[in-house]
Antibody
Framework: QVQLQESGPGLVKPSQTLSLTCTVS??????????WSWIRQPAGKGLEWIGR???????NYNPSLKSRVTISVDTSKNQFSLKLSSVTAADTAVYYC???????????WGQGTLVTVSS | QSVLTQPPSVSGAPGQRVTISCTGS?????????VHWYQQLPGTAPKLLIY???NRPSGVPDRFSGSKSGTSASLAITGLQAEDEADYYC????????????FGTGTKVTVL
């Protein structure tokens, strides 16, 4: 059973870059036909899809975040990561990493990690 | 920013049937992209409830069902139980602006 775990700083200063890593166990980020995704949720609000990277390395990003987002994979560590630049308080949220199977939805999620943007 | 609209809340007594609508447009649900549904209990990560419009992952009770027609989709919960009290989100792909996934606005289900 694949498991995902987010890690990274819980506090980021405004204008800096938010960096998170998702460690995958029970499966490989480089095999199979899967999308590795990032989703976030501000406190008390709904889910926002940030973007995803396919096993092949191709990426899709939310247009509203595209200019600030980079998702990449590190096959040697079986991890994928999220970088969000020029953050503001509006980027404060719980960030989830997840695995999506084509046409089958996102079945595997990390537990989520809270990132607060504040000076 | 969401392009998928859901009612903010629905409620029902135990044993009743409730439905949650998810209204999109010709660039997402109406473009025949699949709709997925998620259940989120307080303080937990979302759980996939329905995929591909109407399919249930293993372990999801058959009290939950999904359907799609035109530019809208629906999630139905029959035989409502106290444990079903949660937030529910639809999700679909949108082909505008080079393509991206989008979640619905979310619906809080309250069991009376």
């Amino acid at each position: 059973q694949v498991q995902l775990q987010e890690s990274g700083p819980g506090l980021v200063k405004p204008s800096q870059t938010l960096s998170l890593t998702c460690t995958v166990s029970g499966g490989s980020v480089s095999s199979g036909s899967y999308y590795w995704s990032w989703i976030r949720q501000p406190a008390g609000k709904g889910l926002e899809w940030i973007g995803r990277i396919y096993t092949s390395g191709s990426t899709n990003y939310n247009p509203s975040l595209k200019s600030r987002v980079t998702i990449s994979v590190d096959t040697s560590k079986n991890q994928f990561s999220l970088k969000l630049s020029s953050v503001t308080a509006a980027d404060t949220a719980v960030y989830y990493c997840a695995r999506e199977a084509p046409y089958s939805g996102t079945q595997h999620w990390g537990q989520g990690t809270l990132v607060t943007v504040s000076s | 920013q969401s392009v998928l609209t859901q009612p903010p809340s629905v409620s029902g007594a135990p044993g009743q049937r409730v439905t949650i609508s998810c209204t999109g447009s010709s660039s997402n649900i109406g473009a025949r992209y699949d709709v997925h549904w998620y259940q989120q209990l307080p303080g937990t990560a979302p759980k996939l409830l329905i995929y591909g419009n109407s399919n249930r992952p293993s372990g999801v009770p058959d009290r939950f069902s999904g359907s799609k027609s035109g530019t809208s989709a629906s999630l139905a919960i029959t035989g409502l139980q106290a444990e079903d009290e949660a937030d529910y989100y639809c999700q679909s792909y949108d082909s505008s602006l080079s393509g991206f996934y989008v979640f619905g606005t979310g619906t809080k289900v309250t069991v009376l």
